[in-house]
């Protein structure tokens, strides 16, 4: 039986993984960033946009929607319905390995609205400089 287990959870474990739908808006625009950084060109001064339209998966914060990019490098989305209640919300950190965010920036953004988070080369590290 233990061998039968371990070769189901070896068979799923690829399927899994690799599977967008698993995760949700807050990791999706921290690939995004990811993408992003990558992008950004490697000289101090270099700049580049980044930007996510939300709701970023069917089905998903389909009302307006509030995002906090912080100092402390965290990256919340809160999902509102139509009566301006909240529905769910996301966060992660993952981004913070490839940004630097000076500042605290905390945007309430209508349904359907895209979120751009503005880059600069500084001292060789991506930094945000607007978030809109």
Partial sequence: MQEIIKLLLLISFPLISGCADLTDAATRFAYDIETGESRLGKSDGDNYS??????????????AYKVQLDKVGA???????TAGN??????????????????????????????TVDLERRAGRAVVTNVR
Avoid: M, N
């Avoid at 980044?50 to 389909?62: G, Y």
């Avoid at 990256?75 to 319905?81: E, G, N, S």
């Avoid at 390995?97 to 349904?111: G, S």
């Fill in 50 to 63: 980044i930007q996510h339209k939300t709701p970023s998966k069917a089905d998903e914060c389909t009302g």
């Fill in 75 to 81: 990256f919340i989305i809160w999902c509102y319905d």
């Fill in 86 to 115: 909240t529905v769910s919300s996301h966060s992660t950190s993952y981004h913070a390995r490839f940004i630097d965010t000076p500042q605290t920036y905390l945007l309430d953004k209508p349904a359907g609205s895209t979120l």
